[in-house]
């Protein structure tokens, strides 16, 4: 009677694992994952320049500008008058109709202009859109800069993540052999509690990389207008630095070329010597020219040229002339701060990259290996007796202030690299 229950109870296990797996085979497959788009600085910076609403918006000044070059350049309408002179309602004296002693005439007008003043509005229009043109690039380099940040911002918690996760990983594999070490009574039970506890601190540096990571791709995001998922974004490219620099001199002479800022500043130098030259043109005389043709009985038809010239005796423009004349030399003023301010940031720029680079050669050359060094030796010496266990934290401890030292350096110098090819107008340093 056993047998057949314990028979019983096989079937029952065997047809309950079979429905299991047709149940299982009936389950629908996940879908497939959407890949990681991992995108380089170029790429960045392509979409960018391509999705930015904000640098979108600016670039339509350009357009504007253009737009009003087509304005600037128009002649002047001529004008048509047309009369009914002579028209007599009433009827007085001899009798005659309303429309007995009626003078049509038709008049065309236009306007002359002399000293090239068409000519010169065009040219002032023309450099208005220079203007614009230099001003959209000048914000796109601010902007660039700022994208730019948000970029080395990604890459630096990228790598403080991997830090942490690494420590994270080798922590646990000490924790593994202090675990063992206590099972063989090696080491006391309050060795081994602190040991766990300390672990905490290495999960809390994995789980705020983590959160800083996932910030600094939304604000990346952000300015590339991309609904893409966090999770399917990411960024590559080299988290490291170049002991390599130019000469300052070097960077100047390239910022003086490059910066458009400074562009714009001569632009509107050289836009304010052709207002100048067209306000003085506006002070000249255009005259009219005029046709009418008509009929005044009993002269059944006739034509007539005129000319109107308008006395330039009290109004000659000369506010407009003086106007012009200090906005060239305020222009001016105004270019040569541009000169300073290219100077000053080329400056600045280049003795933080300086800086920073001085920082980092010891600890690529040495800390870095002497913390890697001074680590391991005091993990395997703790392990074997010969070190207490306050050794050991502090040796783990001065090992992740080096390592996290080092990380912040090169986003730093990656950051004051940016800061200097906005200095000088355009990527000097990749």
Do not use: C
Not at 114 to 134: C, D, F, P, V, Y
Not at 144 to 156: C, D, K, N
């Amino acid at each position: 009677m056993g047998r057949k229950i314990q028979r019983y109870r096989w079937v029952l296990v065997v047809a309950a694992l079979g429905a299991a797996a047709r149940l299982f085979a009936q389950q629908p497959a996940a879908g497939p994952q959407q890949p990681v788009q991992s995108l380089t600085w170029e790429k960045v910076k392509d979409r960018f320049e391509q999705n930015n609403p904000t640098l979108l918006a600016d670039k339509l000044n350009i357009d504007e500008s253009k737009a009003q070059e087509i304005t600037a350049y128009l002649r002047p309408n001529p004008t048509l008058g047309l009369l009914s002179d002579q028209i007599t309602p009433f009827n007085v004296g001899p009798s005659h109709g309303a429309l007995a002693y009626l003078l049509p005439s038709a008049t065309v007008s236009y306007l002359h202009e002399r000293e090239h003043k068409r000519e010169l509005r065009l040219e002032s229009a023309q450099k208005a859109t220079g203007i614009a043109e230099s001003s959209h690039a000048d914000m796109e380099r601010t902007m660039l800069f700022t994208l730019r940040g948000a970029f080395v911002s990604t890459l630096q918690a990228k790598a403080v993540l991997k830090l942490a996760t690494d420590d994270l990983e080798y922590y646990d594999h000490l924790l593994g052999i202090s675990r063992d070490r206590f099972q063989a009574g090696d080491i006391a039970q309050i060795d081994l509690d602190r040991l766990e506890l300390q672990r905490v601190q290495y999960e809390s540096d994995v789980q705020m990389a983590l959160v800083n990571l996932r910030t600094a791709k939304i604000q990346l995001l952000t300015f590339l207008n991309d609904r893409t998922p966090v999770e399917q974004f990411d960024v590559d490219g080299p988290f490291d630095f170049s002991e390599q620099l130019l000469a300052q001199d070097e960077f100047r002479k390239i910022a003086l070329d490059t910066r458009p800022d400074l562009k714009a500043a001569m632009e509107a130098v050289e836009k304010a010597q052709t207002d100048h030259r067209l306000a003085i043109a506006n002070g000249s005389t255009d005259p009219t020219f005029s046709f009418d043709v008509g009929r005044n009985p009993p002269i059944d038809l006739y034509f007539g040229v005129g000319v109107s010239i308008p006395l330039r005796i009290f109004d000659r423009n000369q506010g407009e002339k003086l106007r012009t004349k200090l906005d060239i030399e305020r222009n001016q003023r105004l270019l040569d701060a541009s000169q300073a301010q290219v100077y000053s940031d080329v400056d600045s720029a280049y003795a933080t990259v300086s800086s920073n680079v001085t920082l980092l050669k010891p600890y690529k050359a040495k800390y870095l290996k002497q913390a890697v060094r001074v680590r391991d030796t005091i993990a395997f010496s703790y392990q074997h007796g010969g070190a207490s266990l306050l050794d050991f934290l502090n040796a783990q401890s001065e090992y992740r202030a080096v390592e996290l030292s080092y990380v912040n350096l090169v986003g730093a110098y990656l950051t004051a690299a940016a800061q200097l090819n906005m200095a000088v107008g355009r990527e000097v340093i990749q």
